[in-house]
């Protein structure tokens, strides 16, 4: 899976670097927005598996939901004249990557304090606190 963060050059401008795992660990930097750097890392996910037989093989349902996506997608470029049948079979898989990718575990920032990391827990609700006392 590929990280993106963001770093400030020298000059102070802002740009964006996305790290992700092959064999190693390989960070690529230099993205001067947001988009280009998700794209280039939507690019190396994809390439994980090379077929959509391997992805379901390595159980990995977000690979094989973009996988899937994308050979419609192209299917869809090469005829538009399927363009109606086409549209909600690209919803299909395409409202599932956004699902698996909420659902996706989020990478821990050691640089977030405490309070910043536990703001996300969710906790049982207690009516006792809201009564009004006296």
Known sequence: MA???EYETAS?????????????EIEKRGFK??????R????????????LNEAMAGGDALAEAEIRYRLLA????????????LNS????????IVQLRALAPK????GKSESETTSGKVVAFDADRFRKSG
Not at 74 to 85: D, I, K, N, T, V
Request: avoid cysteine; aromatic fraction near 8%; glycine fraction near 6%.
């Open 89 to 96: 079979q690209l919803e299909r898989p395409k409202a599932e």
């Open 12 to 24: 102070g401008a802002k740009r964006y670097q996305v790290r992700y795992v092959e064999p190693q």
């Open 33 to 38: 927005s947001r988009a280009d750097a998700e």
């Open 3 to 5: 990280t993106i963060s």
């Open 40 to 51: 280039f890392a939507g690019t190396v996910e994809v390439t994980k598996y090379a077929t």
């Open 107 to 110: 990478p821990s920032d050691s």
């Open 74 to 85: 192209e299917a869809f470029e090469g005829q538009p004249q399927l363009r109606s049948q």
